[in-house]
């Protein structure tokens, strides 16, 4: 048997062994937006929380870890014209500032926020669909998912779209599906997107080449990270599953995975530990889970 295979029943057992319990709240806010909550992001260092919502806005808060509450003034950024949908943090290595990036539905803009000035400086367009997705790397690249069916490539260097690709989601044509997540592995090297007709497409981004087409899910995918070794793949779908997929072998060759958790309802996201082989779920159950993983 495989170790993929003998680590598959221990999770299990875990999972059906194990009692929850409640963990507790350091800092609780209500009524934060006008609307519904449709994302949050810190930043790097953790000083800052941005959430977006379709009321249309973006708040930008400064946090304190010592103290569990939040600093000064929160920031209120109106330039969107329908639902934030996606945020993240990058850091501006030139002025060690932070920036955040934030995009949704609406004229499908993506904006880049001074968050020292809470000014957007920039608003980019590309896309003819709502932007879905957001994912970053390196201090000035990041990705972006859309309705549209593309996943573009953004360099701040270069104030603009570098790169687009339309995955194919079905064998033998070109036909794509609306992108609703997207991640590139810790290297640069790797893309994956979460699509929703429950496709995930593996691509190579330095030979600007897709690997290959799998579907780990039963329903849309709506969640995609690495492991932050980047030996595995946490997706999350609407069939209420996460998934854990192994990368270490040959990526051109049907990819192991296997159902490593489960809610009552749809899966909405799904995060990595930064350091433990854990990670945490968010559900249209109304839950967020913490999920303890076997070590392999």
């Not at 000035?117 to 608003?123: D, K, V």
Request: net charge neutral; with cysteine.
């Amino acid at each position: 048997m495989s170790v993929w295979g003998r680590w598959k029943n221990p999770m299990q057992q875990k999972m059906e062994d194990h009692t929850t319990y409640q963990p507790t709240v350091l800092f609780k806010r209500t009524k934060h937006h006008k609307g519904s909550i449709y994302c949050m992001a810190w930043s790097p260092v953790g000083d800052l929380i941005a959430t977006g919502s379709n009321d249309k806005t973006v708040k930008l808060m400064r946090f304190n870890e010592n103290q569990k509450q939040l600093e000064g003034q929160e920031i209120e950024l109106t330039m969107h014209d329908g639902t934030v949908r996606d945020l993240c943090f990058l850091e501006d290595t030139s002025n060690k500032s932070s920036l955040l990036i934030s995009g949704g539905a609406g004229d499908c803009k993506i904006y880049v926020t001074d968050c020292e000035t809470s000014t957007p400086f920039q608003a980019l367009s590309g896309h003819g669909g709502h932007v879905l997705s957001l994912y970053n790397w390196g201090s000035v690249m990041f990705v972006s998912g859309s309705m549209d069916k593309s996943v573009r490539f953004w360099d701040l260097r270069t104030r603009g779209c570098v790169n687009m690709v339309t995955p194919a989601t079905s064998p033998g044509s070109r036909q794509g599906s609306p992108v609703a997540a997207v991640c590139v592995d810790p290297s640069g090297r790797l893309l994956v997107s979460g699509h929703e007709d429950s496709s995930c497409v593996l691509y190579d981004i330095r030979g600007n080449r897709p690997i290959q087409c799998f579907k780990p899910h039963a329903s849309d995918v709506r969640s995609i990270r690495f492991s932050p070794s980047a030996y595995y793949l946490l997706t999350a779908g609407y069939d209420n599953k996460l998934v854990l997929t192994d990368l270490q072998g040959d990526l051109t060759m049907p990819l192991p995975s296997v159902v490593v958790a489960q809610h009552a309802d749809k899966v909405i996201s799904g995060r990595w530990h930064p350091v433990d082989f854990s990670f945490l779920s968010t559900s249209a159950d109304k839950t967020a889970t913490l999920w303890a993983l076997p070590p392999i």
